[in-house]
């Protein structure tokens, strides 16, 4: 099992920038896939992006290509989310997440593990 915690949400101006972080417990983090999903008030949860657990590989949804990069730190237990040129529709509730499966998937149904969420403000 793995416990997740978030940080680094606020608020910040259209065109501005923010890095999230998700830090982790336990000694297993580079088992896990990651991924990032937001959810504004009114609306699902949208995939971000994911990473797999060595960080070879990266997806993102098409509304946060370009302008974000997930990474991760296996060394540090933590996963980072990038946010750059940040719109008002960015707004939402940011949270990680974790899956026990080989494969690094897109969909949340599939996580296994979630951290409490972090929010970010984008203003116009």
């Known amino acids: 099992q793995v416990q997740l915690v978030e940080s680094g949400g606020g608020l910040v101006q259209a065109g501005g920038s923010l890095r999230l972080s998700c830090a982790a417990s336990g000694r297993t983090f580079s088992s896990y896939p990651m991924g990032w999903f937001r959810q504004a008030p009114g609306k699902e949860r949208e995939f971000v992006g994911a990473?797999?657990?060595?960080?070879?590989?990266?997806y993102y949804a098409d509304s946060v290509k370009g302008r974000c990069t997930i990474s991760r730190d296996n060394a540090k237990n933590t996963l980072y989310l990038q946010m750059n040129s940040l719109k008002p529709e960015d707004t939402a509730v940011y949270s990680c997440?974790?899956?026990?499966?080989?494969?690094?998937?897109?969909?949340?149904?599939?996580?296994?593990?979630w951290g409490q969420g972090t929010q970010v403000t984008v203003s116009s």
């Open positions: 997440a974790a899956t026990q499966r080989r494969y690094t998937p897109t969909l949340y149904g599939e996580y296994d593990y």
């Open positions: 990473i797999s657990r060595l960080g070879a590989s990266t």
